[in-house]
């Protein structure tokens, strides 16, 4: 396989805080389509790994590229995401002081710039999208509340809404189940699925039923650097996967 | 198209405001020439002038809570935007002062003379135009915030150190305009003014007249604001207010959002300033202080920052109040003033109009959003 | 010639028995009101051949302005203005003459050549002198006029001289008149090589002179010595503005230092800190009032004194804020900075209306006034002292945070307040103490401060964004940035002094640092990592 065919490419990327390594040499490979889930111990560099592909963490060395070409290493935030790679927080974040409708309006793909947001209106084809998004994220009924008005299970879904309204080829999820119901983990799983379909995914979560759910490839990160691979159930067999996280 | 974006932010509130300062200009000029001086209706000159210095602090404020209320940038200099604008607009009086000076000098003002300058600097050619006094009157105090929020939005400063960089720019200028090289007047400043655009500026009608000016620049100043806030661009803002980095993870270049709202703003405060200059009759360094800065945020915050009339309510109350005390009890203005500062942060973080609102509307689910201030996020 | 002939002779008889002659010196005096300016002259040579002691009085009265010749017997006396008419004194003996009408006595004129003569005349007189002081004195004069007149009474000096700096003096000014007269090559360049070993500002304009007038030879000489001469001064330029920066630096790091610990520590923005700094110093005044009331001879220990009280003031002080106003305010930086800008404001006004608008007189000890001179450096011992006392705070706050139960509580507490909580520290008080802390050092800096500004409402004031400064510029919550800060700037200020003036010059240290912060939005010393974003 050539990196060109490659969704998104990550080789030997390293990153130290203060002499910490959060990541060391980590390589990584998603390919269009593919959804990934990623586990690992706390501080195995799974927050890291998102920071340095989104571009709040520049790599010390290593090499990141999106469709094969584009060098992500020296793209600031906004650039990456205007490339098609967006992302989901741990912790919800959303405008807290803004409408659900008009969270989903900011993150809608549309131009970006200062002059074309000052003059912008939405068009209708812009507010179908808005209703369709906010029927699949079940958030129609609170269209108008503040966002900061929401349960933390719906923001969550919110977060995940604004994601499919920005049209990502990439979508960078961490923890999108952390503080939910069994209910609505199911939920948000059947979600992500439907979404993996016409996009890359990849998920972090410490949730093994959750991971087991989704059904995808499996990589575990330990010590900022790749530890084992392949389906749940052949990492989950994996020893040195056992000693380090599943095992305790 | 244009009529629609400006009117697209006007609601209640704006519609109250507008209403109060048309009033304002038809009833000042009527009170301040139509009537007989011994009338209980009659204006002075000194009055006309006083509301008018009301007003221009109003769209300092205005300018201030563009971006403290609605971008999260607190900025401890925005008194630098308002006196450039206004010695843009000094320079022009003291050209038009001509050989009416005490030495009698046609090209050169009078501190010029005193300090055997032979010829006008570079930088004074153009200012006998009002035209381009008008124009540099928004484009300096906009070229150096530009410059200025050019490099520290692009170097992610904020929050407190965005805050006292600022305060070190309107510190810095302060310095550099006291001293005589600069060739601004040093200490004393630009005064003694004579006329403007041909007018007698200590006569009433043209006291009258630049008082309606300001009503109308105050009047434009919150409609733009209005609009620019309740467009799309606005949602951005106050977003990046809230939660920068997720705006950028949207794909939102937050630093040119901030760059524009901040130019934007000191454009306005420029606007004030040169308003401000004919009606007080003077522009000085002082007014580069840190702590005039500081005064006009207050305002802000008394009115209630993050919205558009609150600032406007804010800065003329405030001032009233201090005419009011620097007159009667002049031992006890600073300890007013320091103690709204206080009382205000503690018990009123959303200002006059924010405890209006929340009295007014008290559901219970509101009120847990009204809960959280703006800048919670932290330093 | 004949000028030059009466000055050896002189000199020889100065060094003969100055004494013997003490006797006839009246007449000589009487000589001096004889008339025309060429007797004048001539009297003032016969007084300098007695080479005495005493007639140095009598030509200094003569070079005042003060000699007369009285009308009615043709005495030469001192006469002073008083009343309407003079009192008039023996200018020899100091006797009391009597009072004389205006009219009744005549001045004696003199004209620039005299006045040249009579200023020779007194430097070789002085540098007889018996008091060594006197002599070096004397000494320096001659090396400032460079009159060639001396140079016969500096060598005959010269050659009876004991006190190696006194000889220092004398070989210097001998240098000084040779290379601005007519001398042979051989000791101009004899010459320049003292002067070059003098190297100061004196002598690179007396070595200019030199290199441009003399002959090729003496010309390359003084042209190397100018260039070892600069070289000097440029070194003890520097050292001079290296001790100016260190000066400023400690005074800015005391004033930094509180709010390193309120700002870096607690990350509360105390706009109010100048004011801590001010209350200091007025504790200062009301203690030194205290001593100069009750104990005025132990009036050299009333800083000592000051310190505890100042420090303990304005710590109250800043314990009553915390607890009042700013606990309510964590998290909130800004509003922070908004409310202690209001307390800053009302504490100045409390302090006018108490003390009045006026400064007010801080007395040094003896122990902190007066200077002493190392090398080419001035040291005023104030100065040296605040250098000192910075350095000593700077260091105790840092054992104190470190080493201490109380520090190990406030690092707690700023690393993970719920979990200092949960391990039983109590942490609103911690706070209270730690701004307190941060307040009582601005206090101490206000000691210190009194000392080298004025003691107003508005001392704080001049230092608040200075202090801004210095702590974001080391970075925040980093106490050696804030030492590394301080002194960076107070150094940089002073280097750019010279060049630029105070105002642009602190202009530019300002656009530093707001350019820096660009460069480095966490100062100097920042922290790296995640923990900085948290």
């Given at each position: 396989m050539s990196t060109e065919d490659t969704l998104l490419y990550l080789d030997g990327v390293s990153v130290s805080f203060d002499g910490f390594r959060a990541l060391n040499r980590l390589s990584l490979v998603i390919e269009p389509?593919?959804?990934?889930?990623?586990?690992?111990?706390?501080?195995?560099?799974?927050?890291?790994?998102?920071?340095?592909?989104?571009?709040?963490?520049?790599?010390?060395?290593?090499?990141?590229?999106?469709?094969?070409?584009?060098?992500?290493?020296?793209?600031?935030?906004?650039?990456?995401?205007?490339?098609?790679?967006?992302?989901?927080?741990?912790?919800?974040?959303?405008?807290?002081?803004?409408?659900?409708?008009?969270?989903?309006?900011?993150?809608?793909?549309?131009?970006?710039?200062?002059?074309?947001?000052?003059?912008?209106?939405?068009?209708?084809?812009?507010?179908?999208?808005?209703?369709e998004i906010l029927d699949i994220t079940r958030l129609s009924p609170r269209r108008d509340r503040p966002a900061g008005s929401l349960s933390h299970g719906e923001k969550q879904w919110l977060e995940i809404g604004m994601l499919l309204a920005q049209d990502p080829k990439l979508l960078l999820v961490d923890e999108p189940v952390a503080g939910m119901t069994d209910a609505e983990t199911e939920q948000t799983a059947h979600?992500?699925?439907?979404?993996?379909?016409?996009?890359?995914v990849i998920v972090v979560e410490h949730d093994m039923v959750f991971v087991r759910e989704?059904?995808?490839?499996?990589?575990?990160?330990?010590?900022?650097?790749?530890?084992?691979?392949?389906?749940l159930d052949t990492v989950s067999a994996n020893k040195q996967v056992i000693d380090v996280y599943l095992g305790r | 198209m244009l009529t629609r974006f400006f009117l697209m932010g006007l609601d209640k509130k704006a519609g109250v405001l507008l209403t109060v300062l048309a009033v304002l200009a038809v009833a000042v000029p009527v009170m301040a020439l139509g009537t007989a001086p011994d009338s209980p209706w009659h204006l002075s000159t000194h009055t006309v002038a006083l509301l008018g210095k009301y007003l221009c602090f109003a769209l300092l404020a205005l300018s201030l809570d563009l971006v403290w209320g609605f971008v999260g940038i607190l900025s401890l200099g925005h008194a630098a935007f308002f006196t450039l604008g206004g010695y843009a607009m000094g320079m022009y009086l003291m050209r038009q002062i001509g050989s009416r000076g005490m030495y009698g000098n046609a090209d050169l003002p009078d501190f010029m003379v005193f300090l055997n300058w032979t010829e006008l600097p570079w930088y004074?050619?153009?200012?006998?135009?009002?035209?381009?006094?008008?124009?540099?009157?928004?484009?300096?105090?906009?070229?150096?915030?530009?410059?200025?929020?050019?490099?520290?939005?692009?170097?992610?400063?904020?929050?407190?150190?965005?805050?006292?960089?600022?305060?070190?720019?309107?510190?810095?200028?302060?310095?550099?305009?006291?001293?005589?090289?600069?060739?601004?007047?040093?200490?004393?400043?630009?005064?003694?003014?004579?006329?403007?655009?041909?007018?007698?500026?200590?006569?009433?009608?043209?006291?009258?007249?630049?008082?309606?000016?300001?009503?109308?620049?105050?009047?434009?100043?919150?409609?733009?604001?209005?609009?620019?806030?309740?467009?799309?661009?606005?949602?951005?803002?106050?977003?990046?207010?809230?939660?920068?980095?997720?705006?950028?993870?949207?794909?939102?270049?937050?630093?040119?959002?901030?760059?524009?709202?901040?130019?934007?703003?000191?454009?306005?405060?420029?606007?004030?300033?040169?308003?401000?200059?004919?009606?007080?009759?003077?522009?000085?360094?002082?007014?580069?202080?840190?702590?005039?800065?500081?005064?006009?945020?207050?305002?802000?915050?008394?009115?209630?920052?993050?919205?558009?009339?609150?600032?406007?309510?804010?800065?003329?109350?405030?001032?009233?109040?201090?005419?009011?005390?620097?007159?009667a009890l002049p031992e006890l203005w600073l300890f007013a003033l320091g103690g709204l500062f206080v009382l205000v942060t503690l018990f009123l973080p959303k200002g006059i109009l924010g405890l209006a609102a929340q009295l007014r509307d008290r559901l219970p689910a509101r009120a847990t959003v009204s809960a959280k201030p703006a800048d919670q996020k932290g330093v | 010639m004949h000028r030059a002939f009466c000055w050896l002779l002189a000199a020889f008889l100065a060094l003969a028995a100055p004494a013997s002659f003490a006797a006839d010196l009246a007449p000589l005096v009487r000589g001096l009101g004889a008339g025309s300016y060429a007797e004048t002259e001539k009297a003032i040579a016969g007084l300098a051949e007695t080479g005495d002691p005493a007639v140095v009085p009598v030509i200094e009265a003569l070079q005042a302005g003060d000699l007369h010749v009285r009308k009615a017997d043709g005495a030469v006396v001192v006469a002073k203005r008083a009343g309407n008419g003079y009192a008039l004194t023996d200018p020899l003996t100091g006797a009391a003459l009597g009072e004389a009408d205006r009219n009744a006595v005549e001045k004696i004129r003199i004209n620039n050549a005299l006045r040249r003569t009579i200023s020779a005349t007194l430097g070789a007189l002085t540098l007889m002198s018996p008091d060594a002081n006197t002599r070096r004195q004397a000494a320096e004069a001659v090396f400032k006029s460079r009159d060639a007149n001396a140079l016969d009474a500096l060598n005959t000096a010269l050659a009876k001289e004991t006190d190696a700096r006194v000889r220092r003096a004398m070989t210097q000014a001998r240098a000084s008149v040779l290379l601005a007269g007519d001398a042979p090559d051989a000791d101009k360049i004899a010459a320049v090589e003292v002067l070059q070993e003098r190297g100061d500002q004196d002598a690179r304009a007396l070595l200019n002179g030199a290199a441009n007038t003399g002959s090729d030879a003496v010309k390359d000489a003084a042209k190397k010595a100018i260039a070892s001469v600069e070289q000097r001064l440029a070194l003890w330029g520097a050292a001079q503005n290296l001790w100016?920066?260190?000066?400023?630096?400690?005074?800015?790091?005391?004033?930094?230092?509180?709010?390193?610990?309120?700002?870096?520590?607690?990350?509360?923005?105390?706009?109010?800190?100048?004011?801590?700094?001010?209350?200091?110093?007025?504790?200062?005044?009301?203690?030194?009032?205290?001593?100069?009331?009750?104990?005025?001879?132990?009036?050299?220990?009333?800083?000592?004194?000051?310190?505890?009280?100042?420090?303990?003031?304005?710590?109250?002080?800043?314990?009553?804020?915390?607890?009042?106003?700013?606990?309510?305010?964590?998290?909130?930086?800004?509003?922070?900075?908004?409310?202690?800008?209001?307390?800053?404001?009302?504490?100045?006004?409390?302090?006018?209306?108490?003390?009045?608008?006026?400064?007010?007189?801080?007395?040094?000890?003896?122990?902190?006034?007066?200077?002493?001179?190392?090398g080419g450096l001035t040291i005023t011992y104030g100065r040296l002292w605040i250098v000192v006392f910075a350095f000593l705070v700077f260091g105790a706050l840092l054992v104190a945070l470190r080493k201490t139960w109380f520090g190990l509580s406030i690092r707690a507490v700023t690393q993970n307040r719920s979990m200092a909580n949960a391990m039983g520290i109590r942490t609103a008080r911690v706070d209270a103490l730690t701004f307190g802390l941060g307040s009582g050092i601005a206090g101490l800096a206000g000691v210190a401060l009194s000392q080298i500004d004025n003691v107003s409402p508005n001392l704080g004031q001049g230092y608040i964004i200075d202090s801004f400064m210095v702590v974001v510029f080391g970075g925040v919550g980093n106490l050696w940035g804030t030492l590394v800060g301080a002194l960076a700037l107070g150094g940089v200020n002073k280097f750019l002094e010279p060049y630029a003036g105070a105002v642009l010059g602190k202009i530019l240290v300002l656009i530093f640092i707001i350019l820096f912060i660009q460069r480095r939005p966490r100062g100097l010393f920042a922290l790296k990592g995640r923990a900085v974003e948290a």
């Amino acid at each position: 396989m050539s990196t060109e065919d490659t969704l998104l490419y990550l080789d030997g990327v390293s990153v130290s805080f203060d002499g910490f390594r959060a990541l060391n040499r980590l390589s990584l490979v998603i390919e269009p389509g593919e959804m990934r889930a990623i586990i690992g111990p706390n501080g195995a560099g799974k927050t890291t790994m998102m920071d340095v592909i989104t571009g709040k963490t520049r790599p010390d060395t290593g090499t990141i590229l999106f469709e094969g070409r584009t060098d992500l290493t020296s793209l600031r935030e906004p650039a990456i995401a205007n490339l098609g790679i967006g992302r989901k927080f741990q912790r919800p974040t959303v405008f807290e002081m803004h409408t659900v409708w008009d969270n989903l309006e900011l993150s809608l793909k549309a131009p970006r710039r200062p002059l074309k947001t000052l003059t912008y209106s939405a068009t209708r084809e812009d507010r179908a999208r808005i209703e369709e998004i906010l029927d699949i994220t079940r958030l129609s009924p609170r269209r108008d509340r503040p966002a900061g008005s929401l349960s933390h299970g719906e923001k969550q879904w919110l977060e995940i809404g604004m994601l499919l309204a920005q049209d990502p080829k990439l979508l960078l999820v961490d923890e999108p189940v952390a503080g939910m119901t069994d209910a609505e983990t199911e939920q948000t799983a059947h979600l992500l699925k439907d979404i993996a379909g016409k996009h890359s995914v990849i998920v972090v979560e410490h949730d093994m039923v959750f991971v087991r759910e989704l059904g995808v490839k499996v990589t575990v990160l330990h010590e900022g650097s790749v530890l084992a691979e392949g389906s749940l159930d052949t990492v989950s067999a994996n020893k040195q996967v056992i000693d380090v996280y599943l095992g305790r | 198209m244009l009529t629609r974006f400006f009117l697209m932010g006007l609601d209640k509130k704006a519609g109250v405001l507008l209403t109060v300062l048309a009033v304002l200009a038809v009833a000042v000029p009527v009170m301040a020439l139509g009537t007989a001086p011994d009338s209980p209706w009659h204006l002075s000159t000194h009055t006309v002038a006083l509301l008018g210095k009301y007003l221009c602090f109003a769209l300092l404020a205005l300018s201030l809570d563009l971006v403290w209320g609605f971008v999260g940038i607190l900025s401890l200099g925005h008194a630098a935007f308002f006196t450039l604008g206004g010695y843009a607009m000094g320079m022009y009086l003291m050209r038009q002062i001509g050989s009416r000076g005490m030495y009698g000098n046609a090209d050169l003002p009078d501190f010029m003379v005193f300090l055997n300058w032979t010829e006008l600097p570079w930088y004074w050619h153009g200012f006998d135009q009002f035209w381009f006094a008008a124009i540099m009157v928004m484009l300096v105090p906009g070229l150096l915030a530009f410059a200025f929020g050019w490099f520290a939005f692009r170097s992610r400063v904020t929050g407190v150190y965005l805050s006292i960089i600022t305060q070190a720019l309107t510190f810095a200028l302060m310095l550099a305009f006291f001293r005589n090289d600069m060739g601004f007047g040093g200490n004393n400043g630009l005064t003694d003014f004579k006329e403007i655009l041909g007018f007698d500026i200590q006569a009433a009608s043209t006291r009258v007249g630049l008082f309606v000016a300001t009503v109308a620049a105050l009047a434009v100043g919150y409609i733009l604001a209005s609009a620019v806030v309740a467009s799309k661009l606005g949602k951005v803002l106050i977003a990046v207010r809230d939660a920068e980095s997720r705006v950028r993870f949207l794909g939102y270049e937050t630093d040119r959002y901030k760059l524009f709202a901040w130019t934007l703003s000191a454009c306005m405060a420029g606007v004030a300033g040169a308003l401000y200059v004919p009606q007080v009759g003077i522009i000085n360094p002082s007014e580069f202080s840190p702590a005039s800065s500081i005064e006009a945020v207050i305002w802000v915050a008394v009115g209630g920052r993050g919205t558009l009339a609150g600032p406007v309510l804010g800065a003329v109350l405030v001032n009233f109040g201090k005419s009011y005390f620097t007159a009667a009890l002049p031992e006890l203005w600073l300890f007013a003033l320091g103690g709204l500062f206080v009382l205000v942060t503690l018990f009123l973080p959303k200002g006059i109009l924010g405890l209006a609102a929340q009295l007014r509307d008290r559901l219970p689910a509101r009120a847990t959003v009204s809960a959280k201030p703006a800048d919670q996020k932290g330093v | 010639m004949h000028r030059a002939f009466c000055w050896l002779l002189a000199a020889f008889l100065a060094l003969a028995a100055p004494a013997s002659f003490a006797a006839d010196l009246a007449p000589l005096v009487r000589g001096l009101g004889a008339g025309s300016y060429a007797e004048t002259e001539k009297a003032i040579a016969g007084l300098a051949e007695t080479g005495d002691p005493a007639v140095v009085p009598v030509i200094e009265a003569l070079q005042a302005g003060d000699l007369h010749v009285r009308k009615a017997d043709g005495a030469v006396v001192v006469a002073k203005r008083a009343g309407n008419g003079y009192a008039l004194t023996d200018p020899l003996t100091g006797a009391a003459l009597g009072e004389a009408d205006r009219n009744a006595v005549e001045k004696i004129r003199i004209n620039n050549a005299l006045r040249r003569t009579i200023s020779a005349t007194l430097g070789a007189l002085t540098l007889m002198s018996p008091d060594a002081n006197t002599r070096r004195q004397a000494a320096e004069a001659v090396f400032k006029s460079r009159d060639a007149n001396a140079l016969d009474a500096l060598n005959t000096a010269l050659a009876k001289e004991t006190d190696a700096r006194v000889r220092r003096a004398m070989t210097q000014a001998r240098a000084s008149v040779l290379l601005a007269g007519d001398a042979p090559d051989a000791d101009k360049i004899a010459a320049v090589e003292v002067l070059q070993e003098r190297g100061d500002q004196d002598a690179r304009a007396l070595l200019n002179g030199a290199a441009n007038t003399g002959s090729d030879a003496v010309k390359d000489a003084a042209k190397k010595a100018i260039a070892s001469v600069e070289q000097r001064l440029a070194l003890w330029g520097a050292a001079q503005n290296l001790w100016y920066g260190l000066s400023l630096g400690s005074v800015l790091l005391l004033a930094a230092i509180g709010l390193a610990v309120t700002f870096g520590v607690m990350g509360v923005i105390n706009m109010a800190h100048g004011e801590m700094v001010m209350i200091g110093a007025y504790a200062t005044f009301l203690v030194q009032e205290a001593f100069r009331q009750w104990a005025p001879g132990l009036f050299d220990f009333s800083i000592l004194v000051a310190l505890p009280v100042a420090f303990l003031v304005s710590g109250a002080v800043g314990v009553a804020i915390e607890r009042s106003v700013i606990r309510w305010l964590y998290g909130r930086p800004l509003e922070t900075l908004l409310a202690t800008w209001g307390l800053s404001l009302a504490l100045q006004q409390a302090v006018r209306s108490i003390f009045g608008p006026t400064n007010r007189e801080v007395g040094a000890p003896s122990w902190m006034s007066g200077a002493f001179e190392l090398g080419g450096l001035t040291i005023t011992y104030g100065r040296l002292w605040i250098v000192v006392f910075a350095f000593l705070v700077f260091g105790a706050l840092l054992v104190a945070l470190r080493k201490t139960w109380f520090g190990l509580s406030i690092r707690a507490v700023t690393q993970n307040r719920s979990m200092a909580n949960a391990m039983g520290i109590r942490t609103a008080r911690v706070d209270a103490l730690t701004f307190g802390l941060g307040s009582g050092i601005a206090g101490l800096a206000g000691v210190a401060l009194s000392q080298i500004d004025n003691v107003s409402p508005n001392l704080g004031q001049g230092y608040i964004i200075d202090s801004f400064m210095v702590v974001v510029f080391g970075g925040v919550g980093n106490l050696w940035g804030t030492l590394v800060g301080a002194l960076a700037l107070g150094g940089v200020n002073k280097f750019l002094e010279p060049y630029a003036g105070a105002v642009l010059g602190k202009i530019l240290v300002l656009i530093f640092i707001i350019l820096f912060i660009q460069r480095r939005p966490r100062g100097l010393f920042a922290l790296k990592g995640r923990a900085v974003e948290a």
